[in-house]
């Protein structure tokens, strides 16, 4: 078994248009077969992050200007989409774009670009196997498909192009709670049966550290913190910031003076 | 008296009213007086008729361009009729001064009104219509409006054409080309500061922010139907202003000049010149009217200079291939048209001996 | 009657052609979303490719015919390549203008070469298959043109519903941004939809040049007429632009036979106007589905 992490990234900067810096020297390692939790505010460039790794960048006339980004041992930085979607890293974009004039089966079928010719049978009745609510509507248009069933789509559709590395951007963006839930499970599922690793950012951070073996947390284009996710479940500042509970309930004015100097301690 | 304003480094507007100013600094202005005094004292006198008459279609296309870049370059409605609307305003023209026997100073901006109306009723798709398909109705109407110029002969005699009795403003008769280059160039001065203050009102920025998001433009509250029907009506009055000067200036009309191809040919001088620029409205029409010429003069040349002796080239392929290629260069390499080559100039001079 | 039913024919036959070219046109349009007003010129190309081979090289019919398709496939690959590639991501205004200064100059590089003179191809179609019933004939050229148009619907139509390559050019045509996601060689896509446009519409130009002669003003307007066919079928509906142009086809036609020819030309676009009013999408197009 190959012990050197599936994808390093050391260090990078990523600039839009030349002039809007978002990412100021973020370094990320991603061990095999693990789940890495990616969390942080609005506007903390996870999803650049992302779109670095990918290299879905260019269209939005974005590049990563400095460091590497190190996949299998490759340097993958501003490489084109199309040749590292064939190494096996599939991004699944936010806020779910089905093809909407296609049906399901057609969708999960653009899944297999990047082995263009060869069989996909065996693989679709797996991802139906994954998400039976498709199975139902698989001749149906994509664009009339709920959220849930869309989410199950992308993720499924991602999978047929047998990804080493899955990148999911917030699968639970707009979900009801059960469905969420049930989205979650299932990629925990594809983690251990496929061996997929998966690096999954986030909002909702409570359900993300549950699934997740390790977390990074971003603030303004920078990691601020990582840790084991049991870690920085337990991690106070976390607890505060991103899951929402207040160490205690009682002493409310004091506490918020105190983080509030602890968020700037980080910045 | 206040002090004269040059331009500073960067932009230091404290109020709205400079932020829309037309000229920004008194130097621009008096560049454009001064131009404007060249231009009607020195042009007319010292060009030869042949020169002059160049330059008198120029002033008429100008204010066509003008019309067109009002409705693609601001509103983002892409036109392919501009052209027949060009013709209905020739044609309204011509039909006001002969049947109706209207005078001059009366036909000409009726005519616009006419075309005016036409335009709207050909922005009517655009109630329901966006993008690529309002560009084929438009199409549709540049094809519909030619067969109806062609044969509703009652009105438009067809193929004969019309023959227009000679213009007269205040008594006074415009004949030849450089009485009718004042009438054609004060009419241009006049439409083109209209033109650039419209785009300063109101109506000006509902129409770029229908341009830049109709459905934003709609969520804030701006009719966007409405302003693309005016949108439609403005850029056809423009039209057939320039199309009934032109029937006045020709002396006799048909409807042959009016086809798809001028339609192209103004959208390509509001490519080459600049979308969404007044300026560069007249920077294209200047540039493709020049070329049509110089390509007709070239073609003439190589005809007679024996040099292509026996070979049956004639006007139309070389100016359908140096026109094109002229579209085609100007979008891969400067989208932004003369208009923007023109700003580089200016300021690199600006900004010289110290850029950055 | 008999008068009737020969233009009914005529109709279906020219219709099948305009069906055929807006094909291409459809298949550009579904990939990039580009309107190309260059359409009738890549016609009109193919149909002079052909005749020079067959004409000028003496080639055997055949084989020129598979090469003049061969020779439009790179035409379109190399428009796509030169032209249209640096142009992704630019307004729509710049990109249909290119198609327009484009158009230009194909049309003035084929009058440098031909002139505009009207050429005809020698007679090659064996008259046997010309169909006869009664009084009604059909010749060679109206059944070889069905023949064409219904082959190449099929063929296209398997392609988009069933082929990989054909569900993955649908997707780049519905999100670009998740078809690269996923690995989809979005210029691959891009320069094929070109070519196979190309290639479809060299190959109505020439059947277009069998029946109405070569010609390089004539063949490069039908072109034009694209418009009112797409639109009637759909922009996007390969089979909604093979009923649109056997609709259009009829309507010409039957204007042309019973009401006056000069109304003939114009008629395809006051459909088209009247089309738009009533239904914007056309017959089969895509209802936009907008999801906020």
Request: overall charge positive; charged content about 15%.
């Amino acid at each position: 078994m190959n012990t050197i992490p599936l994808l390093q990234i050391n260090n990078i900067s990523v600039v839009y248009s030349d002039v809007i810096q978002v990412l100021k020297g973020v370094s990320l390692t991603v061990e095999r077969g693990t789940i890495v939790s990616l969390l942080g505010s609005n506007g903390a460039g996870k999803t650049t992050t992302l779109k670095a790794i990918s290299g879905l960048l260019k269209p939005e006339n974005g590049r990563v200007t400095d460091g590497t980004i190190m996949f299998d041992s490759k340097t993958v930085q501003n490489s084109a989409p199309e040749d590292i979607t064939r190494m096996g890293i599939i991004q699944v974009l936010e806020g779910r774009q089905p093809f909407k004039y296609l049906t399901i089966e057609e969708n999960l079928r653009v899944g297999t670009a990047t082995r263009w010719g060869k069989p996909y049978k065996r693989d679709m009745d797996m991802i139906y196997e994954y998400f039976p609510p498709l199975i139902k509507r698989r001749k149906s248009l994509a664009g009339y498909c709920s959220g849930g069933e869309l989410q199950m789509l992308v993720i499924g559709r991602a999978l047929l192009a047998h990804p080493k590395l899955l990148l999911l951007d917030e699968p639970s963006l707009g979900l009801a709670p059960l469905v969420v839930k049930e989205i979650f499970r299932i990629i925990r599922r594809i983690n251990e049966e496929q061996g997929t690793t998966i690096i999954l950012v986030e909002q909702n951070a409570a359900m993300a550290l549950q699934i997740a073996h390790y977390g990074y947390v971003m603030e303004n284009g920078k990691i601020v913190m990582e840790g084991k996710a049991e870690e920085l479940r337990e991690n106070p500042d976390v607890r505060e910031f991103y899951l929402g509970m207040a160490a205690s309930g009682t002493t409310k004015s004091y506490r918020n003076v105190k983080s509030y100097k602890r968020r700037k301690r980080w910045l | 008296m206040r002090k004269l304003q040059f331009h500073p480094c960067g932009n230091y507007s404290e109020t709205y009213e400079k932020e829309i100013t037309l000229f920004e600094t008194d130097f621009g202005r008096a560049a454009v007086l001064i131009g404007l005094i060249v231009l009607f004292a020195v042009v007319p006198f010292i060009t030869g008729p042949y020169a002059l008459y160049v330059v008198n279609i120029i002033g008429i296309t100008s204010i066509a361009a003008i019309g067109l870049n009002i409705l693609v370059g601001f509103t983002g409605q892409i036109s392919l009729g501009h052209g027949a609307f060009v013709g209905v305003g020739a044609y309204a023209g011509a039909i006001m001064a002969t049947t109706l026997s209207l005078p001059f100073w009366i036909a000409v901006p009726a005519a616009g009104l006419v075309t005016a109306l036409v335009g709207m009723v050909f922005g009517v798709p655009s109630l329901r219509l966006k993008g690529l398909y309002l560009t084929i109705a438009t199409l549709a109407g540049q094809f519909i409006i030619e067969y109806i110029l062609v044969h509703w002969e009652g009105l438009t005699r067809g193929t004969m054409g019309i023959v227009l009795p000679s213009a007269s403003l205040f008594g006074i008769v415009i004949e030849g080309d450089r009485s009718f280059f004042f009438v054609i160039f004060t009419a241009l001065i006049i439409m083109t500061l209209a033109a650039a203050n419209i785009m300063r009102t109101r109506y000006g920025r509902a129409f770029i922010a229908i341009r830049d998001n109709d459905r934003a433009a709609e969520g804030m509250g701006i009719p966007i139907f409405r302003y693309k029907l005016l949108a439609f009506a403005v850029s056809s009055f423009y039209a057939g202003f320039a199309g009934a000067l032109l029937a006045y200036y020709m002396i006799s009309i048909s409807t042959e000049p009016f086809n798809l191809g001028l339609s192209v040919e103004y959208l390509a001088m509001i490519i080459i010149g600049g979308m969404g620029s007044i300026a560069g409205s007249i920077f294209g029409a200047t540039f493709i009217t020049v070329l049509n010429e110089v390509l007709r003069w070239l073609t003439d040349f190589l005809m007679n200079s024996g040099m292509l002796e026996g070979m049956q080239l004639n006007m139309a392929p070389l100016r359908e291939l140096v026109f094109g290629a002229a579209i085609v260069l100007f979008i891969l390499f400067e989208p932004r048209g003369l208009a923007e080559v023109w700003r580089i100039v200016r300021s690199s001079f600006r900004l010289w001996p110290f850029s950055y | 009657m008999e008068f009737f039913v020969q233009l009914l024919v005529n109709g279906i036959s020219i219709g099948f052609l305009y069906g055929l070219a807006a094909m291409g046109f459809v298949m550009i349009f579904k990939s990039s979303s580009v309107l190309n007003f260059a359409h009738g010129e890549l016609l009109a190309a193919g149909a002079f490719i052909f005749l020079t081979l067959v004409t000028w090289a003496k080639i055997p019919v055949f084989v020129a015919f598979l090469v003049t398709l061969a020779g439009s496939f790179l035409l379109g690959f190399i428009v796509e390549r030169l032209f249209l590639r640096p142009l992704i991501g630019e307004p729509l205004i710049y990109v249909i203008m290119l198609t327009v200064g484009l158009a230009s100059i194909f049309k003035g590089l084929m009058l440098l070469v031909w002139g505009g003179n009207l050429y005809i191809y020698p007679d090659f179609l064996p008259s046997t298959i010309s169909l006869q019933w009664g009084n009604i004939n059909i010749p060679p050229v109206y059944v070889v043109a069905i023949i064409i148009g219904l082959f190449f619907l099929t063929l296209f139509g398997l392609f988009f519903k069933y082929s990989s390559q054909g569900i993955y050019m649908r997707s780049v045509a519905d999100n670009q941004t998740a078809s690269l996601s996923l690995g989809v060689n979005v210029r691959r896509v891009f320069a094929l939809s070109w070519a196979i446009a190309a290639l479809v519409a060299g190959m109505s130009g020439i059947v277009l040049g069998i029946i109405n002669g070569i010609n390089v003003h004539d063949l490069s307007s039908v072109g034009l007429k694209v418009f009112p066919v797409v639109i009637l079928g759909g922009l996007d509906s390969i089979g909604g632009a093979i009923l649109g142009g056997l609709i259009i086809g009829l309507l010409e036609t039957f204007t042309g036979g019973y009401l006056s020819p000069s109304l003939r030309d114009v008629i395809p676009y006051i459909a088209l106007v009247f089309i738009l009013m009533v239904k914007p999408y056309g017959l089969f197009g895509l209802v936009e589905i907008e999801r906020v």
